[in-house]
């Protein structure tokens, strides 16, 4: 799925000049963590969020003491924590995909930047935007694909065991009998045998999951 598959093509906005509070109160109403800016071009300008807005003079414990000498950064930082309008303290640095953006590539944005929304442009051009819980969804709307019969699943179920946890037929062996499967090897560990079952147990389809460790063989 990509991001013009999920993104909200409907984008609550603001201009750079829009008045922080009532900004503010967009967020609240429209139940949302972020809101891009566009400028009177229409280009996206920045992103403001409600971990910008957490950086502002109120909601620190203690103002930071004025400098010595004329430090530039302190008297940027005292308009962003100050300031009254969104071009104030919004974030200029904006992390943004094209429409053909993967889900994983986005989620690997949200994480490497910690944000929960990214702005979907085309041609420089906002047209959309992708929340985490736009997300979320993919999980749920993506239909099942059931492994009918025995042979089916017992197929589905040792390929993903060789290909996701590395466990194939020297180490294992997984047969199935109306739906349930029953896996038989070395199992090295208690977290092993969990990964084992989550696998098993998350295929459509499987009605049961089993697994044991064959009893040792002692020389005569």
Avoid at 18 to 28: C, D, G, P, R, V
Avoid at 48 to 62: A, C, M, P, Q, V
Avoid at 90 to 114: C, F, G, N, Q, T
């Amino acid at each position: 799925m990509l991001a013009k598959d999920l993104m909200t093509t409907t984008v609550v906005h603001v201009s750079p000049g829009t008045s922080l509070k009532h900004a503010i109160q967009m967020l609240i109403d429209n139940d949302i963590s972020g809101l891009p800016v566009i400028d009177d071009r229409g280009t996206l300008c920045g992103m403001l969020t409600e971990g910008d807005i957490l950086k502002r003079h109120e909601f620190n414990l203690s103002p930071k003491a004025a400098p010595d000498n004329s430090d530039p950064a302190f008297f940027k930082n005292y308009v962003r924590a100050h300031g009254l309008k969104v071009e104030d303290c919004m974030s200029r640095k904006v992390v943004s995909v094209a429409p053909e953006a993967s889900v994983a590539e986005i989620v690997a944005l949200m994480r490497l930047h910690a944000v929960k929304r990214i702005p979907v442009l085309d041609n420089g051009m906002l047209v959309g935007i992708v929340s985490r819980r736009d997300v979320l969804k993919t999980e749920i709307a993506t239909p099942d694909v059931i492994a009918r019969g025995d042979d089916a699943l017992q197929l589905a179920v040792a390929t993903r065991l060789l290909a996701e946890l590395g466990l194939g037929k020297d180490r294992i062996d997984v047969r199935v009998r109306d739906s349930v499967v029953e896996i038989i090897g070395k199992i090295g560990s208690d977290a092993e045998q969990e990964a084992i079952r989550i696998l098993a147990s998350g295929i459509a389809g499987v009605g049961g999951v089993v697994t044991q460790t064959p009893p040792q063989q002692h020389a005569q």
